[in-house]
């Protein structure tokens, strides 16, 4: 089964550019997070939605950052415009209802603002 | 609210030595734990999870971790490291919702 496909795997661009990330969670999955992974700050969770529908995203850093979900199979990441310090890699997850059920990572996306 | 604590950022051992890496945590409802283990330039792979039951648990590549919740700890170990063990470790605990909290991650080095 395909796990959880985040795209593009890297990218570099430069201060006050608009960046898109892209996942597809795991087919049948009604939870989806966002997380960022940063050396100093370790795991940060974003946003995440259930059933496509925005839960929590208290860990949106700023008004440039926003995510979307129109639908089960596709959910965007958006920052507008980009800064040197959003530079991370960026980790789109996907589970089944139930705290006790794993979620499952995609690869991530390399992020580098210049 | 949930949190996880894993001290150190670093932890190095040699080739056949017992692996320990520590961690702790606070939740307001009977948690859940998780490890995961990311490789580099990888995303994380699940190794072992507690949920309910068995309190020693037993994961992928020959680890475990055992629940104490007198504790409140997880720790990971495994018996005898392995070269391809190196990465890094992360742990982390479930509150009344699905969001997973993590810690900042241990990074595991195994000296030949």
């Known amino acids: 089964d395909a796990g959880v496909i985040q795209s593009p795997r890297h990218e570099v661009t430069e201060m006050g550019q608009e960046v898109t990330l892209r996942c597809k969670p795991i087919?049948?999955?009604?939870?989806l997070f966002w997380y960022r992974q940063t050396m100093m700050r370790g795991l940060e969770l974003l946003i995440y939605?259930?059933?496509?529908?925005?839960?929590?995203d208290s860990g949106m850093p700023e008004d440039r950052f926003s995510a979307k979900m129109p639908n089960a199979s596709f959910s965007t990441l958006k920052i507008q415009p980009s800064e040197p310090r959003d530079s991370a890699v960026y980790f789109c997850?996907?589970?089944?209802?139930?705290?006790?059920?794993?979620?499952?990572f995609g690869e991530g996306s390399w992020l580098t603002v210049v | 609210a949930q949190s996880v604590t894993q001290l150190g950022s670093h932890v190095s051992v040699s080739e056949g030595a017992l692996v320990l890496l520590r961690c702790n945590y606070s939740?307001?409802?009977?948690?859940?734990l998780f490890w995961y283990v990311q490789y580099p330039n990888q995303g994380l792979q699940l190794l072992l999870k507690?949920?309910?039951?068995?309190?020693l648990v037993k994961g992928i590549n020959g680890f475990e971790a055992e629940f104490k919740k007198s504790e409140t700890s997880f720790h990971l170990t495994k018996p005898s490291a392995h070269m391809s063990d190196a990465a890094e470790y992360v742990c982390?605990?479930?509150?009344?919702?699905?969001?997973?909290?993590f810690g900042k991650g241990i990074t595991l080095s195994v000296r030949p």
């Open positions: 939740s307001s409802v009977p948690p859940y």
């Open positions: 087919s049948g999955h009604d939870y």
């Open positions: 997850a996907s589970s089944l209802t139930g705290r006790m059920n794993t979620i499952y």
């Open positions: 507690y949920t309910t039951g068995a309190t």
């Open positions: 939605f259930n059933n496509n529908v925005p839960i929590d």
């Open positions: 982390a605990v479930t509150g009344a919702n699905s969001k997973l909290t």
